[in-house]
């Protein structure tokens, strides 16, 4: 599965770009998608309007961790893996027993974006299972990724030449794509537009890049992990308060 989002509407780390890397070594996004339709069969894209596209194919899927797509009120979301607790999770959002893991995440995430009552990140540690996700909300201009505690399923992401934040589970995608500028997605953690990459495992740490170099002695993009002498201020939101949960991504 391929997420390629435009500059304009997320930024990834400054840290993912490689400063070793020329431009002309990657491709610009709209050619990355290209690149990645002609060389995996059965590709469905999925344009989402200004922001960028999705795009994902079942060859050659994982049997354990299937890719699945879905649509909600407008919500685009990515889902690759499985829940072990989706019958919990159903009972928990209101929804009825044939929905998906896509269904699952995307209402999780509206709850979230409506003041639900849960933070963000006890919210995706509620999610268990093998999995990675990418969800985009076009209203909110909104990303929200992320990648079980273990990181079960291969995830990557960088930074195209035109600046276009790339998300794939294909590292190949992200080498042709993004030169030296891409590095696994850190496994326990979760990205939005808002709030930037966290730790659902340790939300009241930082996350910490580490530089990461090649066998050329060349930098490249940089891994993340939880810096644990550094810590996130402590809030608590209401329902009901002036504080949008949105924004505590």
């Keep these: ?23 002309n070594q990657r491709k610009n996004g709209i050619d990355l998608v290209q690149s990645f339709v002609s060389a995996n069969s059965g590709t469905v ?10 795009a994902y194919t079942h060859w050659r ?23 072990d607790n989706i019958t919990v999770l159903r009972q928990r959002y209101g929804l009825n027993k044939s929905v998906n893991e896509v269904t699952v995440v995307i209402e999780a995430y509206r709850t979230l974006r409506d003041r639900g009552p849960y933070p963000a990140d006890q919210v995706v540690r509620d999610l268990a299972g093998k999995f990675a996700f990418v969800l985009y909300d076009p209203t909110a201009q909104s990303l929200f990724t992320a990648v079980d505690a273990d990181g079960s399923v291969p995830f990557f992401w960088g930074t195209a030449a035109d600046g276009c934040l790339v998300l794939s589970d294909d590292p190949n995608v992200l080498k042709e794509g993004c030169g030296k500028s891409f590095a696994p997605f850190p496994q326990g953690c979760f990205f939005s537009t808002s709030g ?23 930098m490249c993009g940089a891994n993340f992990k939880v810096d644990e002498y550094s810590k996130r201020q402590a809030s608590m939101p ?7 949960w949105v924004n505590d991504f």
């Design 1 to 23: 599965m391929l997420t390629v989002l435009k500059r304009s509407v997320v930024q990834g780390p400054k840290e993912l770009t490689s400063p070793s890397v020329e431009v």
């Design 45 to 54: 894209c999925i344009n989402i309007g200004e922001a960028g596209t999705m």
């Design 196 to 218: 930037g990459l966290q730790s659902f495992e340790h939300p009241l740490n930082k996350m910490m890049p580490m530089p990461r170099i090649d066998s050329e002695g060349k």
């Design 61 to 83: 899927q994982p049997l354990l961790t299937p890719r699945s797509f879905g649509v909600v009120d407008g919500i685009f979301c990515m889902f690759e893996g499985f829940l």
């Design 238 to 244: 209401r329902v009901g308060s002036e504080v949008n």
